[in-house]
T-cell receptor, first 114, second 115 residues
């Protein structure tokens, strides 16, 4: 079946470091790809989406490019801040009844130290 | 602002007992979803609904029932709770409604402990 793999369970950085969180997917069709962020005590919230090959999604300084060739959607940020500490989820989705049917990866805990 | 609320926020139940988790959304979204979140598994879909009166099985429906009595409300029911159902449960809504986004909006979660 369709699946999403996030290889890093935890990432620890210092402020102003460069961030990369890896996301690879396996899907039988042509999914949209998503990043969600979850702050402590809250539900996940949508960060951005890309729907086609080579499309870049971005929000709040984070970005990722849909790469169908390598089946990847890696999250990057040039300079992280302590406030970016959160759990990041990569997901794939197919349109369904006016919204998206999502399959999530296992999540990556990002900790940014001042 | 899209809004999804869940109650209770925390629940302790006994094995074999019945548990009902409630979700309310004011986004006028057609679709609603129940997920559970476990370390190492991320978010997994339990049940979802396309509208009032409809429920569909997600990826891990065993041991759970769902009810959608209205556009705004979606409940998750554990008829016979087991310790393996200890988890954090999230409700979400999605679809055409308030605003132009079709993304899923999540509630704050319910932490369920089954002893």
């Amino acid at each position: 079946g369709d699946s999403v793999t996030q290889t890093e369970g935890q990432v620890a950085l210092s402020e102003e470091d460069f961030l990369t969180i890896h996301c690879n997917y396996s899907a039988s069709g042509y999914p949209a790809l998503f990043w969600y962020v979850q702050y402590p005590g809250e539900g996940p919230q949508f960060l951005f989406r890309a729907s086609r090959d080579k499309e870049k999604g971005s929000s709040r300084g984070f970005e990722a490019t849909y790469d169908k060739g390598t089946t990847s959607f890696h999250l990057r940020k040039a300079s992280v801040q302590e406030s970016d500490s959160a759990v990041y989820y990569c997901a794939l989705g197919f349109p369904s009844s006016g919204s998206w049917q999502l399959i999530f990866g296992s999540g990556t805990q990002l900790t940014v130290m001042p | 602002e899209a809004a999804v609320t869940q109650s209770p926020r925390n629940k302790v139940a006994v094995t074999g007992g019945k548990v009902t988790l409630s979700c309310n959304q004011t986004n006028n979204h057609n679709n609603m979803y129940w997920y559970r979140q476990d370390t190492g598994h991320g978010l997994r879909l339990i049940h979802y609904s396309y509208g009032a009166g409809s429920t569909e099985k997600g990826d891990i429906p065993d041991g759970y029932k769902a009810s959608r009595p209205s556009q705004e409300n979606f409940s998750l029911i554990l008829e016979l709770a087991t310790p393996s159902q200890t988890s954090v449960y999230f409700c979400a809504s999605g679809g055409p409604g308030l605003g132009s986004s079709y993304e899923q909006y999540f509630g704050p979660g319910t932490r369920l402990t089954v002893l």
